[in-house]
């Protein structure tokens, strides 16, 4: 039996979705490649996120791991998850400040796991942080698909 | 040059609420050190030797009076009168107060400047040639590519956290002025057979501690793909960068573990999956940004100078560079007075130069990476003038490209990285070769002077470099020759045993002279090293 | 002896420790044994510090203080090219207790 190694919904301190929070037991990458039933699975920044491509379907909840806030490593993975059509929640947790939440829901991130519960005001503050955007991300790439923001480059030009 | 829109002014004026809520709760100890120290990096904040140090970003090296006289009253209000430009076209000020901080981003912001990720792991200012939209033998402007990358690389939200800094170049004529293959990425902007204009890509140039120049990895990369290919490199860059240890966490060091080929692979392999995230932003864009930098107006006048004062002569036979239009020129403003600090400005000299743009040049500047000043629109006719002003404001120094204009790190005197003190070598170097009247004698010669092995001084690059070392506690210099930053890119090698500082002094006298003494027709100095070799130079420093 | 030094935080100015608070002059500076890590980590996080390290110093003749490191030394005056800067202006033996 895989070890169950995520977080559980208590841990979710933020979360921008309607559905239900996934309440499988999360397992390894590794573990879920070999495994036919995993639904929630856990990347650590080693990983390839591009391995999970044959089963994205499937999968309800990708967890990213960043064990410190200065890996950046997970914000590619998100972006790669979201580019080749993941839809389900996008957990980051671990080393998640106040600075890094509007880059990580910049990049797709849905739902945030602090190991350290951080300050709700501040928090408000980080999400709202920037009106506009230069460089298209997971968040103005859904523009294509009629939500979401636009660049500010589009915007210069419509 | 580009001037903000109402969207690139509340970027700024955002980003420095941002900072000011974080530097609030670093104050209050909501923030750690080592929570609060990317983000005040990421505001060009740094804590050095004597006080916080901020590096203010000059785009490209592009700035106009305005912005200069702004950052001359800023060296006087919240500094000690005086700034420093850097060998990435950037300012930095060494006595600055958190507390002052967020006030002083407000006042930059107010001038449509800013010191976004002027450090920190992430995308740095992005430099260019500082003759660009000036010089006789560039195909296009590269500014307005640089431009376009520098919007695309501000806040970028999956490039924020990288292994190591990332440094970007963009130059368009196959003169390099600007270091490109020791960028990061180095982009030329060239024409391809079909007269079409694209960007040729290098990727994996540094200098620090394991110098390598860029490789190209890819020959032209059609314009309306320039940032879907950026983001490729950087992506795998973020995803496969060494993070295990400081010193191989940049790039070059991933280009060259995986080999050329391979890197090559991997990007090329992540551009065609990006080229369908439709991340190019419009060509509209491109076209938007490079009306802000269509040429002045410039009048037909003198096309050559009145040579009767040998003085003015001198300066302009060395510190002007050949415009597109005849009857203009570039004219660099020398930093280098002679014994003086390299790079060096008092808030009232900064304030001069913004004038003196204002009056000469079509309110444009310009900042080179080896720490001078650049008036890119000067007419002939007026040159005079111009030399007569800086002349008496100890900024008409006639050494560019000669020994005397050193690059030289802050090194220990200011930098908590350094090993050894760099200005009083390059002070004392200044001093005795214009004493002796060898800096004439001796034509183009590049020194370049790093306090440690981080090489901010570009001593892998110097015709003649030294890089200050701790030997036992005590300041030592090791000596180099033969490095080039231009087109003819090489890498310096060391001469030997390293020297006290009186001992390198000596060591700079003894392989200057071996040039002089064995020069052919009009050689510079690393024509002969490239021609006899380390042999001879180092016969004459160990014996 | 171990002295401690760091910056504060709001200014960025280096300082010493006293053993009661923190100075700007290395020669204020105390000798603090062993209690060094306890004493940092009680100012650090009263935020009466920032970035705070143990060095080695001296005792001069005279009572001063001198930093074992030419870093501290260059720390505790101020950029040996710019004397007016540093806190010893006019002081013509500053340079050579740095070097």
Redesign the interface.
């Known amino acids: 039996m895989a070890e169950d190694i995520g977080t559980s919904p208590d841990d979710v301190q933020f979360r921008f979705r309607d559905d239900e929070m996934a309440d499988h037991a999360t397992v390894t990458v590794d573990a879920c490649c070999d495994q036919t039933n995993a639904t929630a699975v856990r990347i650590e920044p080693s990983d390839d996120a591009r391995v999970l491509l044959p089963f994205l379907d499937r999968l309800a909840l990708v967890e990213v791991n960043f064990p410190s806030f200065a890996d950046g490593r997970g914000y590619s993975a998100a972006r790669i998850l979201r580019e080749e059509g993941y839809t389900g929640e996008l957990r980051a947790v671990g080393d998640v400040l106040i600075d890094q939440l509007s880059h990580m829901r910049r990049c797709g991130f849905d739902a945030f796991a602090p190991t350290s519960p951080l300050d709700e005001d501040d928090a408000a503050r980080a999400f709202a942080t920037w009106e506009n955007v230069y460089q298209h991300a997971e968040d103005t790439r859904q523009s294509r698909l009629g939500n979401a923001r636009r660049t500010l480059v589009e915007l210069r030009h419509e | 040059m580009y001037q903000y829109d109402p969207y690139d002014q509340a970027m700024v004026d955002a980003r420095v609420e941002e900072f000011r809520d974080q530097a609030r709760r ?2 209050e ?1 909501k923030l750690t ?1 080592d929570q609060f120290k990317p983000l005040r990096l990421m505001n060009g904040l740094y ?1 050095q ?4 140090m901020l590096r203010v970003a000059i785009p490209y090296g592009t700035l106009n009076s305005r912005q200069m006289a702004a950052l001359g009253d800023i060296a006087d209000k919240y500094d ?1 009168g005086y700034g420093h430009f850097t060998t990435r076209q950037n300012i930095q000020y060494n ?5 002052d901080a967020a006030d002083i981003l407000a006042d930059l912001a107010k001038v449509e400047m800013h010191a976004i990720q002027t450090s920190g792991n992430c995308i740095r200012n992005i430099s260019s040639d500082h003759f660009a939209g000036a010089t006789y033998d560039e195909i296009i402007d590269p500014r307005p590519y640089a431009e376009l990358m520098r919007q695309w690389s501000s806040f970028h939200p999956e490039f924020t956290y990288l292994p190591r800094k990332f440094k970007i170049c963009v130059i368009a004529s196959d003169r390099d002025r600007a270091a490109m293959r020791l960028h990061d990425i180095g982009v030329q902007i060239v024409k391809n057979e079909a007269d079409e204009v694209g960007a040729r890509f290098f990727v994996g140039g540094g200098m620090g501690r394991t110098p390598m120049v860029a490789p190209m990895i890819r020959d032209f990369v059609p314009l309306d793909q320039l940032i879907t290919y950026a983001e490729a490199c950087l992506r795998v860059y973020n995803r496969y960068g060494r993070r295990d240890n400081k010193y191989k966490a940049r790039i070059k060091i991933l280009v060259h573990e995986l080999g050329k080929e391979e890197y090559t692979r991997q990007v090329e392999e992540e551009f065609a999956h990006l080229l369908d995230q439709g991340v190019e932003p419009p060509l509209e864009e491109l076209a938007r940004i490079a009306e802000h930098f269509s040429d002045p107006t410039f009048e037909d006048g003198a096309k050559t100078v009145d040579r009767s004062d040998p003085d003015f002569v001198l300066w302009v036979d060395r510190n002007t560079h050949r415009h597109k239009h005849d009857s203009y020129v570039s004219a660099v403003i020398s930093l280098k007075p002679v014994g003086g ?1 390299p790079g060096d400005a008092t808030g009232e000299q900064i304030r001069i130069m913004a004038r003196l743009a204002k009056q000469y040049s079509f309110d444009e500047l310009r900042i080179m990476h080896t720490q001078n000043v650049v008036l890119p629109h000067v007419k002939i006719a007026d040159l005079h003038a111009l030399w007569t002003e800086l002349d008496a404001a100890d900024l008409g120094a006639p050494n560019m490209d000669t020994i005397e204009d050193m690059i030289a790190c802050p090194g ?3 930098c ?1 990285l ?1 090993n050894a ?1 760099s ?2 070598l390059a ?1 004392r170097i200044s001093e005795r070769f214009d004493a002796s009247g060898k800096t004439e004698k001796l034509g183009e010669l590049k020194l370049k002077i790093s306090g440690c092995i981080n090489a901010c001084g570009h001593h892998h690059a110097g015709h003649i470099g030294i890089l200050g070392v701790d030997k036992k ?3 030592n210099y090791q000596l180099s020759l033969g490095g080039s930053e231009a087109e003819d890119v090489s890498l310096a090698k060391i001469t030997g045993p390293g020297f006290t500082e009186d001992g390198v002094i000596e060591a700079v006298e003894k392989v200057t002279d071996v040039y002089l003494e064995r020069k052919e027709g009009e050689e510079r100095f690393l024509d002969t090293y490239r021609r006899i070799g380390m042999e001879p130079f180092k016969e004459a420093l160990y014996g | 002896m171990k002295i401690l030094t760091g ?1 504060d ?6 300082i010493w420790w006293t053993g009661e608070s923190w100075s700007r002059h290395v020669d204020d500076a105390v000798d603090v044994g062993e209690h060094g890590p306890e004493i940092l980590a009680a100012e ?1 996080a009263a ?1 009466r510090v ?2 705070p390290y143990i060095i080695d110093a001296t005792r001069e003749e005279d009572g001063g203080v001198r930093p ?4 501290d030394r ?2 505790a005056l ?5 004397p007016d ?1 540093t806190l010893k202006p006019k002081d013509p033996e500053a340079l050579d207790w740095v ?1």
């Open positions: 670093r104050l100890g050190e804590l030797l004597h006080a916080y000690r006595w600055i107060k958190l507390e600090i220990l005197d200011y908590a350094a003190r200005l009083p002070q506690g005590v300041e | 910056n935080l709001k200014s960025g100015d280096v650090e935020r920032n970035v074992a490191h030419i870093k260059v720390r101020g950029p040996t090219v710019r800067l070097i």
